[in-house]
């Protein structure tokens, strides 16, 4: 059993990828070909933002975002420190400082209650962080940006597809950013992302910045990076953009049936919780675990992979320790000892999900 299964995935779309790869070698655009633009059209219309520019990474898509926000040295970007080192990552590489704010304990997501007392007078933006496929409590957050005239970023490498009160992630907040990273909801077969937002001039910030700050060929009119996503990644993209719908439908079945079986074949067991107003797309289908060695190595005997995401939160990681008190997020601190993440892809069977929650259900007694 593949935690993530792409190889069935790619076996179901080989004809539309191979056709959509064998143009790109057939015209030879490999940079900014005609691909690119068809994804960020169709993306737009899948999310509902105005603009969709696509990067290099999703990694590259925070980074552009914060510059094009024109984040100076020393402002502030409130953010969760339960999460992939690249949000906070690309805040200091753009020179600002990522302030901690705890999680809730249920959805591991940001604690939007906690967010205004962090504000002060050097913050700039909130960077919620789309945990496992469920947006943040994006109207609190919204709200609260938009009292003390702050920028959102949503980290949504792990959300696309996902909904919040009837509205898609990426096209919640001042920036949507996402990663195409090949075991995302939506992956390209390398590095790839795309930033999302309906604000013209900002669009065109970030346009000017993948672009190495080019207003024009050879006309460089500020300071920009080489942040294109190669014509060949949005090539896959488009190739699998005919069964996402499908994908995703799918995942938010596994999702219900995984917490259904769960619950009763190990009552016992904390699910993620998911909100009433939003769904989940199951990035990683993530459970709390006590004694997780001991679990993840009775799953492996069976034959089923786990995975940790995250075992250390950010301000106990040392590249971040200076930016939080040891002792402070403890629900953070918490989760990253507990957190486990079991198989989950569209292509996921039901025959082999029941073999997960009966493993799973004998682990933990």
């Given at each position: 059993?593949?935690?993530?299964?792409?190889?069935?995935?790619?076996?179901?779309?080989?004809?539309?990828?191979?056709?959509?790869?064998?143009?790109?070698?057939?015209?030879?655009?490999?940079?900014?070909?005609?691909?690119?633009?068809?994804?960020?059209?169709?993306?737009?219309?899948?999310?509902?933002?105005?603009?969709?520019?696509?990067?290099?990474?999703?990694?590259?898509?925070?980074?552009?975002?914060?510059?094009?926000?024109?984040?100076?040295?020393?402002?502030?970007?409130?953010?969760?420190?339960?999460?992939?080192?690249?949000?906070?990552?690309?805040?200091?590489?753009?020179?600002?400082?990522?302030?901690?704010?705890?999680?809730?304990?249920?959805?591991?997501?940001?604690?939007?209650?906690?967010?205004?007392?962090?504000?002060?007078?050097?913050?700039?933006?909130?960077?919620?962080?789309?945990?496992?496929?469920?947006?943040?409590?994006?109207?609190?957050?919204?709200?609260?940006?938009?009292?003390?005239?702050?920028?959102?970023?949503?980290?949504?490498?792990?959300?696309?597809?996902?909904?919040?009160?009837?509205?898609?992630?990426?096209?919640?907040?001042?920036?949507?950013?996402?990663?195409?990273?090949?075991?995302?909801?939506?992956?390209?077969?390398?590095?790839?992302?795309?930033?999302?937002?309906?604000?013209?001039?900002?669009?065109?910030?970030?346009?000017?910045?993948r672009t190495h700050g080019q207003s024009q060929r050879y006309l460089h009119t500020r300071l920009g990076v080489g942040g294109r996503m190669d014509t060949l990644q949005c090539a896959v993209v488009l190739g699998k953009l005919d069964r996402f719908g499908w994908e995703i439908e799918r995942r938010l079945a596994l999702g219900d049936a995984y917490a259904r079986k769960l619950q009763a074949a190990a009552p016992g067991l904390q699910l993620l919780a998911v909100r009433d107003d939003r769904d989940c797309v199951w990035a990683q289908y993530t459970v709390f675990v006590d004694d997780r060695e001991a679990v993840q190595a009775a799953l492996k005997a069976a034959g089923i992979p786990t995975a940790v995401h995250y075992p250390r939160p950010l301000h106990h990681q040392p590249a971040y320790a200076q930016y939080g008190h040891p002792d402070a997020c403890p629900n953070s601190v918490a989760a990253a000892r507990r957190v486990m993440s079991l198989p989950m892809s569209a292509d996921l069977t039901d025959e082999q999900q029941d073999h997960v929650v009966s493993a799973l259900a004998a682990a933990i007694g």
């Open positions: 059993m593949d935690f993530i299964d792409l190889k069935s995935q790619y076996a179901a779309l080989r004809d539309n990828i191979n056709a959509r790869i064998q143009a790109v070698l057939d015209h030879g655009q490999y940079i900014l070909g005609p691909e690119v633009k068809e994804m960020e059209a169709a993306l737009v219309a899948y999310t509902g933002a105005k603009h969709c520019i696509s990067v290099a990474s999703g990694t590259e898509a925070l980074l552009i975002c914060l510059m094009a926000l024109d984040l100076q040295p020393g402002d502030e970007v409130i953010t969760s420190p339960f999460t992939f080192a690249a949000t906070a990552e690309m805040i200091v590489l753009a020179g600002g400082v990522p302030v901690f704010v705890d999680i809730e304990p249920d959805t591991a997501n940001i604690d939007a209650t906690q967010i205004e007392a962090a504000i002060t007078p050097r913050t700039k933006a909130i960077m919620p962080v789309s945990l496992y496929g469920q947006v943040a409590d994006m109207d609190v957050i919204n709200a609260i940006a938009d009292k003390h005239g702050l920028a959102v970023i949503e980290d949504a490498a792990q959300s696309f597809g996902a909904s919040y009160q009837s509205k898609k992630s990426c096209n919640l907040s001042t920036f949507g950013c996402t990663s195409f990273f090949p075991s995302k909801p939506l992956g390209c077969y390398g590095d790839g992302g795309a930033i999302f937002t309906s604000d013209d001039r900002l669009a065109q910030a970030c346009r000017e910045i």
